[in-house]
């Protein structure tokens, strides 16, 4: 197959003058804002941190390329939307790219490849990094169907906390009675539109080896009641705190794993090895972690403060600029319409003077 990219091309003629193009303007990244994340990057020291929990079996003499250079030029990449490890054989080479790993434009070596990256993608990281939070409780949150008894079980025997919805039943209904008709007789008696109260149970269902804990939330209106329950492993706190702080405060961490997922492709799980693809999560997480920093560097006033990760990446990252190197310094010439001019450069004043 011939390279299409080598050849001229036209545009449609305007006021009789003929239009032509190539792809020979030089040294030009299309990702100046990548210049941002580093800065972000450097200012947290991720890169860094997540490559002193790899062990590295290679001989010194011989790495081309540090453990820190390949997570940082991978979650670089992922953050500018090129989620793919296939992305560095082009990448590997950008001039803006370079400059944010550390490497001069011409002269710098190129970054490490696709092959590199897949390779340390299937090292084992996750239960390096692990390891260093031993003390860490975890607590799985979930919707009534991941409430099944292979999974309370499974998280019971791994000192796991967990809070899943609980379907309701005739059963549960039977335990709750007592509460419920309080709830709707305070309602009538006060004639409100809603009035909500809390309860706690203990319950076994068929299917259980054991009764478990239960919290709902009853909610008398003009129309009837409205019940929902859920099972737990945790023993502080009371119905209230359980049911609407912890199980239904879920709207803006589900917002974040959408951010994460539809907006940085942390689901292109495509490995063979489920351990590589977990570190694959772990990379897409870091890139996560370094748009969260350039987003809360943006004093609030500005719009972008509180945008999507999506509209960060078209506004500030997708900047074209032209790059020279000569034998003493580094120039970087941007668009002059570009939009987000005067936010670029106060983001890249001021988190460059809050780096180490």
Known sequence: MSDDTSQPFLFPAIRRKKITADFDGGRITSDGGVLLLAAAERRIGLADRLARLIADPRTPRRVTHGVADILRA????????????????????????KLACGRLPDTGRDLCSQPTISRWENAPMIRRIRSHWPNTRLTMRGDGHYGRPEVMAWCEAHDVDYIFGLAGNSVLHRLLEPAADDIRVRRAETRAQSLRGHAEIRYGAKSWKQQRRGAARIEATTLGLDIRCVVTSLRGGNAEWLYDALYCARGQAENLIKLHKGQLASDRTSCRSPLANQVRLVLHTAAYWLMLTLRDAIPAPQPLASAEFTTLRNRLLKIAGRILETATRVRIAFAAACPEAALFRSLAISMQAAGP
């Open 74 to 97: 991978r979650m670089l990449a992922i953050a500018c939307g090129y989620e793919d490890a296939d992305d560095l054989d082009h990448l590997r080479r950008d001039p803006g790219f």
